[in-house]
C-alpha cells in the first residue's frame, strides 16, 4: 500500500489558481498510475484527472479540460494538479489516489489508495 498525502487547497477567486500536490509514501511511487477526485457536498465523488506511471499520458474530465493539468515528479514520489481558470463550481475536497489498474482508470473503485483530501473554495 502506498500513503497519500494532499496539500495546496485554499480559497481563490474565480478566474484565479491553485496547484495542489499528493505526497507518497511506502510502496515505489512509480509503479502505480495516479488520479485526482473531487467530491462537493451533497454529491458523489467524480473524476478530475488521471496520468500513467512515467507521466507522459494523461486523460481529464471534460468539465477540467483545457483548465487542469496533472502531473507527476517519480523521484519525488509527488502528484501535482495545476488548476487554472478556477470556477465556483470547482469548489470540492479534492483527492488523489493510486491505481494498479492498468491503462488510465476514471472509477473510484479501480483506486486502492486513498488521501485525506484537500479543500479547494472559488469564490465568485
Known amino acids: 500500500q502506498v500513503q497519500l498525502v494532499e496539500s495546496g487547497g485554499g480559497l481563490v477567486q474565480a478566474g484565479g489558481s491553485l496547484r495542489l500536490s499528493c505526497a507518497a509514501s511506502g510502496r515505489t511511487f512509480s509503479t502505480y498510475r495516479m488520479g485526482w477526485f473531487r467530491q462537493a457536498p451533497g454529491k458523489e465523488r467524480e473524476f478530475v484527472a488521471t496520468?500513467?506511471?512515467?507521466?507522459?499520458?494523461?486523460y481529464y474530465a471534460d468539465s477540467v479540460k483545457g483548465r487542469f493539468t496533472i502531473s507527476r515528479d517519480n523521484p519525488k514520489s509527488t502528484l501535482y494538479l495545476q488548476m487554472n481558470s478556477l470556477k465556483p463550481e470547482d469548489s470540492a475536497v479534492y483527492y488523489c489516489?493510486?491505481?494498479?489498474?492498468?491503462?488510465?482508470?476514471?472509477?473510484?473503485?479501480?483506486?486502492?489508495?486513498w488521501g485525506l483530501g484537500t479543500q479547494v473554495t472559488v469564490s465568485s
Open positions: 489516489a493510486a491505481s494498479s489498474i492498468y491503462g488510465l482508470p476514471t472509477t473510484t473503485s479501480e483506486y486502492a489508495s
Open positions: 496520468i500513467n506511471r512515467s507521466g507522459n499520458n494523461q
